[in-house]
């Protein structure tokens, strides 16, 4: 038993390429972030988006290559899959924001659009906080269950951005497919947003399993 437990076998390898998703991850959000705030240069954001998701991918494989051949991990494997799977989703949910913005021609986003990215852009920083101090987890558990806690509040505040952004958007605009359009990219914010928390309660039940 005392082999699975996180900090007598710790992989430094496994910890810095979970921190390096979680980078990777928050620079997708900051190119959305500079989307939503200068909607210029769109083919250009969006090339850089999709190089960054390349180098997320490649950081996804490593790590699947490493749990699948790794005897001994720091964790349970089951979570360390998860982690892996859900950053990954989380890139590919930032990428698709941009692209259904591109490809439907939505035009500038508005107030409520900036207020939702600001909030999950907030919430992919203190991911990646969280998951750098997973490496310490003896000395930084409480620091990294308030991150976790920061992130739900994060959500339950991006769920209300989405709901009042729906009927604003039903109430306030008269052409269907100006609500189709606006429609999927709330919900795409909507589920990176849930993305994240996910990553938040797996890290939360990692801090329960092995402090």
């Known amino acids: 038993m005392e082999q699975l437990r996180l900090f007598g076998t710790k992989d430094e390898q496994l910890f810095m390429l979970f921190s390096e998703s979680a980078r990777v991850v928050v620079r997708g959000g900051d190119i959305l972030q500079n989307v939503v705030n200068d909607y210029n240069d769109l ?16 950081i996804i494989q490593e ?3 490493r749990l699948n051949t790794s005897f ?14 859900k950053l990954s989703t989380t890139l590919d949910y930032i990428t698709g924001i941009i692209d259904r913005m ?14 939702m990215v600001n ?17 310490s987890l003896e000395h930084n558990k ?3 269950l308030e991150c976790c806690e920061e992130i739900r509040q994060l959500e339950r505040k ?16 008269e052409e269907p497919i100006v609500i189709i359009k606006w429609r999927e990219v709330y919900e795409h914010i909507e589920m990176a947003q849930d993305y994240v928390q996910d990553v938040a ?11």
Do not use: W
């Open 201 to 211: 309660e797996l890290i939360s039940n990692i801090c329960v399993k092995y402090s």
């Open 102 to 115: 591109i490809l439907y021609k939505t035009g500038r986003p508005n107030k409520r659009v900036k207020e």
């Open 142 to 144: 409480r620091e990294i």
């Open 43 to 58: 083919d250009i954001k969006m090339a850089k988006l999709t190089a960054m998701e390349h180098e997320g991918d490649r």
């Open 63 to 65: 790590l699947i290559r």
């Open 119 to 135: 909030v999950l852009c907030e919430a992919l920083l203190l991911q990646e906080r969280a998951l750098k101090l997973l490496q």
């Open 158 to 173: 991006q769920d209300n951005h989405y709901r009042q952004g729906l009927a604003l958007l039903f109430e306030n605009e």
């Open 72 to 85: 001994i991990l720091p964790f349970d494997r089951e979570d360390a899959f998860q982690l892996a799977q």
